[in-house]
């Protein structure tokens, strides 16, 4: 054993002191040189944005210090005797045993530490304060130990504590003891109500297949376009509420923007799924799956599938989340206090973090969100959980009945008081249909416009011009019309329909301005055609315009 590591007094008392070595010091140094980067960032950037490199740099400069204060400090990590526990973070005092209720080895985060929690009257309370420390729980982190002797402090700490806090210790393990019999014994019983939860198993395996016949259909693993989403029956106001395309609310759940969204779902489905799955039951799960994606989708109508095209099972998931979330409340007299507590607390922050990050970031459909969760939770509400082994099979069937009732109703609900929005059915396929055109199209307009440009400031000759229009831009613009003219009619939108008049009509003045300078057409008729087409130019560009706007 290291002598500067961990060392014992006469009197039995053992102490356990950082080490350089330990991983503390190594993230400490990187801090330091993130902070280091930053302070030269600040330099380079200036006045513009250098306070952020500054205010970045002293931040990350500030974590390295607190993180090697314990390095530089002579107060030891912690401190093991008959006379109680102490250690740096504790400001150096020592917390006889008689103040301390508990004492458990924690791992938070992958790092090692100790909780006390001292009673009321402790006479340490005071002393051992700090600004996050203020109740009745002390922390001692056992991070600036090497790895090797954390779990040798921390099982020292413990022993100490049974072998001089006898009463209090005994105490303590006796009603965790209670706790993980009483945890035991439920999840046995949900066990043995649903032993497989094949529920979750067949969701999961339905997201994953239809992932699967995606990249068959040549879609892109992380990045799939909207209008391949749209293709495959991505949710769209327009398409579901004006074209009676009401399957979308469903074959929008089990498409995903790629192997991240479709890996994330999948992730917190199986977490909490299965808790679900054998509370309530399989054929409730698929009830409760269903009903909060299809009201998830339902609400998203009013919001994210007005502009953008919407996927995902995270409607349904939080509808999972939502039912873990009020089967727990509604039975927490007959579950474990410990795990009531613990799932309420975990899954509930979870769920609050996400929707506060759904609002907070754009292009997530966080109304899919709220309609998922609220569906799920009402669902739970109105079901019967498989604990409840004293309702009979008529009142399950009933309960059934009248949860899916509520779930059409309020889908129903939201589907007719829904307007719609973009029309994604014309846009992809105007997208579509200008795949083969645009590259011409805009080669033929840029160089147009450049001439245009040229003649105006002088530097090219009306003569110059004229011979362009013969030599380049007609002809471009005479391919662009063929072009148009070859594709389908079935994929002529208005906007297809507006441009291709725009080019046709841009050609013939071209033609005619030609034909005027050259002298080869009557002057009269062909100026009164020239007014007649720049005339019918102007409602073109206001629609193109808008249509543009409206994208």
């Not at 471009?476 to 297809?496: G, H, I, N, W």
Request: net charge neutral.
């Amino acid at each position: 054993m290291d002598e500067r590591m961990r060392l014992a007094t006469g009197d039995g008392q053992q102490v356990f002191r950082a080490s350089w070595t330990s991983s503390t010091v190594w993230l400490a140094a990187f801090m330091a040189l993130l902070a280091a980067g930053c302070v030269v960032g600040a330099v380079a950037a200036g006045s513009r944005g250098g306070w952020m490199f500054a205010a970045l740099g002293v931040f990350l400069g500030l974590m390295a210090w607190l993180l090697l204060k314990p390095f530089l400090s002579a107060h030891p990590i912690l401190s093991v005797g008959a006379d109680g526990i102490g250690g740096f973070l504790l400001k150096g005092q020592t917390i006889p045993w008689s103040d301390m209720d508990d004492l458990q080895h924690l791992q938070v985060q992958n790092l090692d530490q100790l909780q006390i929690v001292l009673h009321e009257g402790a006479v340490s309370r005071a002393a051992t304060a700090s600004l996050f420390h203020r109740g009745l729980k002390r922390a001692i982190v056992l991070g600036p130990l090497r790895r090797s002797e954390r779990a040798i402090a921390a099982q020292a700490a413990l022993q100490a504590f049974r072998q001089h806090a006898s009463h209090q210790a005994q105490t303590v393990l006796n009603g965790r003891m209670e706790a993980l019999q009483a945890h035991e014994a439920f999840e046995a019983r949900l066990r043995s109500l649903t032993p497989v939860p094949w529920a979750v198993y067949l969701v999961i395996a339905v997201n994953v297949a239809v992932w699967l016949f995606n990249l068959l259909d040549g879609m892109s693993p992380m990045k799939p376009t909207p209008a391949e989403l749209f293709a495959w029956g991505a949710n769209s106001t327009t398409a579901v509420v004006r074209d009676g395309e009401y399957w979308r609310l469903f074959t929008a759940t089990v498409l995903h923007g790629g192997v991240l969204h479709l890996g994330l779902n999948m992730f917190a489905l199986w977490d909490a799924g299965r808790r679900v799955c054998r509370w309530y039951g399989n054929g409730q799960f698929l009830l409760i799956y269903l009903g909060a994606g299809l009201a998830g989708s339902a609400l998203s109508l009013h919001f994210s599938s007005q502009q953008a095209v919407s996927v995902g099972a995270s409607g349904a998931v939080f509808g999972v989340l939502g039912a873990l979330l009020v089967g727990v409340y509604q039975h927490r007299a007959s579950v474990p206090k410990a795990m009531a507590t613990q799932l309420m607390t975990s899954q509930g922050v979870f769920v609050a973090l996400m929707l506060a990050q759904g609002f907070a970031r754009s292009g997530i459909d966080n109304a899919a969100h709220v309609g998922g969760l609220l569906a799920g939770a009402l669902m739970a509400w109105l079901l019967v959980e498989q604990i409840d082994e004293q309702a009979g099979a008529a009142r399950r069937l009933g309960r059934q009945a009248v949860s899916v009732l509520a779930v059409l109703l309020v889908v129903g609900g939201l589907v007719t008081t829904a307007r719609p929005g973009a029309d994604h059915g014309e846009l992809f396929a105007t997208q579509s249909a200008l795949d083969g055109v645009l590259p011409q199209l805009q080669a033929a307009e840029k160089a147009l416009q450049a001439d245009v440009d040229a003649q105006r400031a002088r530097r090219l000759s009306e003569d110059g011009f004229i011979e362009a229009l013969e030599q380049r831009h007609i002809p471009a613009y005479t391919e662009v019309d063929a072009a148009f003219k070859a594709l389908d009619s079935r994929q002529f939108t208005p906007m297809l329909t507006d441009l291709a008049e725009f080019h046709a009509t841009m050609l013939e003045i071209m033609t005619l301005e030609v034909a005027q300078y050259r002298s080869t057409a009557p002057s009269a008729q062909t100026r009164a055609r020239l007014n007649e087409l720049a005339a019918r130019l102007d409602p073109i560009r206001a629609r193109l315009r808008a249509e543009g706007d409206r994208e």
